[in-house]
């Protein structure tokens, strides 16, 4: 089946270690993106590309860290130096970055801080 | 700048009861795009609809039906005769087009509780 797959599905963070959060799909997508939510909160962009090897940063990018080395993947680093990083992580792509494409999402990670 | 607001945080109804979720936007460009998606207890964001700026069409599938107003800047969804399973936070996002929109903007949700 085709989609997108985020894992771990629940990931758990202490002081000072860089977390990687997988994203990985198989729709033959260019674009992908990464979001985080907060409770009560709507999606904020982290970072997003467009195609491989090339991406850009989001409103709220500081502290993440992203590579797009394949087509089908885009996996985000949580970096100690995101100081509130306990959310829900959600990764998406869509055929291409033109603003008429949906985006559609993958399961999400929810990461937490031990 | 664009924004999208949902101005009802949480609404619960009755099951078999309609149900009508509101979407205000805020953006400076005559073309753009509007976007429904419904986040289950599961986490997935699952999408539900596209509208274009240049179509004010009201579409309807099945239960569901969504009514587009740019004298009003609104984007409306029913869901008629509710069900349980229709439980779920609901967003409205906005993504304009045009060179390096990028974005997607969200409301921060309306959260639906169907009682049986």
């Known amino acids: 089946d085709g989609g997108i797959t985020q894992s771990p599905k629940y990931l758990f963070r202490k002081e000072g270690q860089n977390v990687t959060l997988s994203c990985e799909q198989n729709?033959?997508?260019?674009?992908m993106y990464w979001y985080r939510q907060d409770p009560g909160q709507g999606l904020r962009l982290i970072y997003y590309s467009q195609i491989v090897n090339d991406f850009q940063k989001g409103d709220i990018a500081e502290g993440y860290s992203v590579s797009r080395e394949k087509k089908e993947s885009f996996p985000l680093t949580v970096t100690s130096a995101q100081k509130n990083p306990t959310a829900f992580y959600l990764c998406a792509s869509s055929i291409s970055g033109q603003a008429v494409q949906p985006q559609h999402f993958g399961d999400g990670t929810r990461l937490s801080i031990l | 700048a664009q924004k999208v607001t949902q101005a009802q945080t949480e609404i619960s109804v009755v099951e078999k009861e309609d149900v009508t979720l509101d979407c205000v936007y805020e953006t400076r460009d005559t073309t753009y795009y509007l976007f429904w998606y419904k986040q289950p207890p599961s986490g997935e964001l699952v999408f539900l609809i596209r509208r274009n700026s240049f179509d004010e069409q009201n579409e309807i599938s099945g239960r569901y039906s969504w009514n587009f107003q740019k004298s009003t800047s609104s984007f409306n969804f029913t869901i008629t005769a509710s069900q349980v399973v229709d439980s779920a936070v609901y967003f409205c996002?906005?993504?304009?087009?045009?060179?390096?929109?990028?974005?997607?903007?969200f409301g921060k949700g309306t959260k639906l509780s169907v009682i049986p």
């Open positions: 729709l033959n997508h260019d674009a």
């Open positions: 996002a906005l993504r304009q087009s045009g060179a390096g929109s990028y974005q997607l903007t």
